[in-house]
Every structure is written in C-alpha cells, then in structure tokens.
C-alpha cells in the first residue's frame, strides 16, 4: 500500500541552524507529494507541494525536490527561526481525489 | 480565509457516552473529512465525504460513524466512547467535486477527547 516514513523527532535546533527533515514514499503510480505545518495550537496547513518528478515546491524559506529515483521529498530551510517551531507531517496522494496519506510527523523545536 | 470550526476544543466523556464532534466549514467545499492524531501514530481517516449525504470510510472506521445531511457539516459520532478512543480529532475540507482536490486541505484546529 501507499506509505510515507518521516524522520522521528524531535529535532532541536539553534536559530539560523541548517535544517533537514527526511521524506521518503512508497506508493503505486506517480504521487504528488506534500509537506503539511502544524503550529502549536493550530490545525496542519499546507507549507509546500510538488505534483510531478524534479518539481521543487518552496514556500516561507522551506523548500523541498520531488526525486522520483531515491522516493524522497526532503524538507530543508536554510536558516531556521523561533517561530519555525512546529510539528511537520509528509504527505502523498496517488490522484487528485484520493484522501492524503501522512506520514507521523517530525516535532522541530528551535532555541534562541 | 477558508475556516474550518470545530465546535469544541476540549471535551471530556465517559466510556459508554454517545460523543457528538461538530464540524462546520464556510467556504461551500465539497470534500471534508475526518482524521484522529495521536503521539508516534501521525494522523490516521477515520471517515470523509465527497457530497451531502455521501459518506466513505478511511483507515480505521471502526467504532465511528458520520453524518453530512449539509454541505457545510459533517459530524463524527462515536456511539459508545470507549478510553481507547482518547485523541486528538482534526476536521477538514477541500474544494472540488467527486473529490478531486482533496489533497489541498483546510484544517480545523481540533477537538481534543478524553475518554474516562
């Protein structure tokens, strides 16, 4: 069936620090890939996504590469603030009108 | 703004209790839907729906049933609480008909339920 793994957290970080939250799918066809954000308090909302292989989807300094031959659709920022402090779900979905798959999540903290 | 409302943030019943979890969109979606979170399980579909009075079961429907009699609404119930039934209940929705669009998601802020 259709999987995500994520990385497990958490994963604390000092401000302006490099970051990376590892993706990678199992799934039939060709997904379109998804990072959703949840902030402390919040529902998730959409941070980026990417429909297609070598797509990059970007948003808010986060950016993340469909690579189709490794299954992967890591996250990176290249420097990280406070209020990036949040919970952080991978997703796939294999056609438009399929519900999303998630991935558990990756808890980011950030320290000043 | 798309806005998702859960009609509680906070409940507690107890085990036996018929649980009623509200959901209200404003935003004329077509598609909405039901996800329970839970620490180290992610986000798991219990239920979602493409269309009034439609009603299709995810990933772990055991122990829940849903009603949409309006486009704007769609309720989780669980008929019979049970502690193992403790979680965090996230609604949301998305445009497009016969689903499509349902990737691209609205969430609402969530109902958290404790079951004693």
């Known amino acids: 069936g259709n999987s995500v793994t994520q990385m497990e957290g958490p994963v604390t970080l000092s401000e302006e620090a490099f970051l990376t939250i590892n993706c990678t799918y199992t799934?039939?066809?060709?997904?379109?890939l998804f990072w959703y954000v949840q902030y402390p308090g919040e529902g998730l909302q959409l941070l980026l996504k990417?429909?297609?292989?070598?797509d990059k989807g970007s948003n808010k300094g986060f950016e993340a590469t469909y690579r189709k031959e490794t299954t992967s659709f890591h996250l990176e920022k290249g420097s990280v603030q406070v209020s990036d402090s949040a919970v952080y779900f991978c997703?796939?979905?294999?056609?438009?009108?399929?519900?999303?798959?998630f991935g558990k999540g990756t808890r980011l903290s950030v320290i000043a | 703004d798309v806005k998702v409302t859960q009609s509680s943030r906070y409940l507690v019943k107890r085990t036996g209790e018929k649980v009623f979890l509200e959901c209200v969109q404003d935003?004329?979606?077509?598609?909405m839907f039901w996800y329970r979170q839970d620490p180290g399980l992610g986000l798991r579909l219990i239920y979602f729906?493409?269309?009034?009075?439609m009603k299709e079961k995810g990933d772990i429907p055991e122990g829940y049933s849903v009603s949409r009699e309006k486009k704007e609404r769609f309720s989780l119930i669980l008929e019979s609480a049970s502690t193992n039934q403790t979680s965090m209940y996230l609604c949301?929705?998305?445009w497009g008909q016969g689903g499509r669009g349902a990737n691209v998601l609205t969430f609402g802020a969530g109902s958290r339920l404790t079951v004693l």
């Open positions: 949301a929705s998305s």
């Open positions: 799934a039939t066809g060709y997904p379109s």
């Open positions: 990417a429909t297609k292989a070598d």
């Open positions: 997703a796939l979905s294999t056609s438009g009108n399929t519900p999303l798959v």
């Open positions: 935003m004329d979606h077509e598609n």
């Open positions: 729906s493409y269309d009034v009075k």
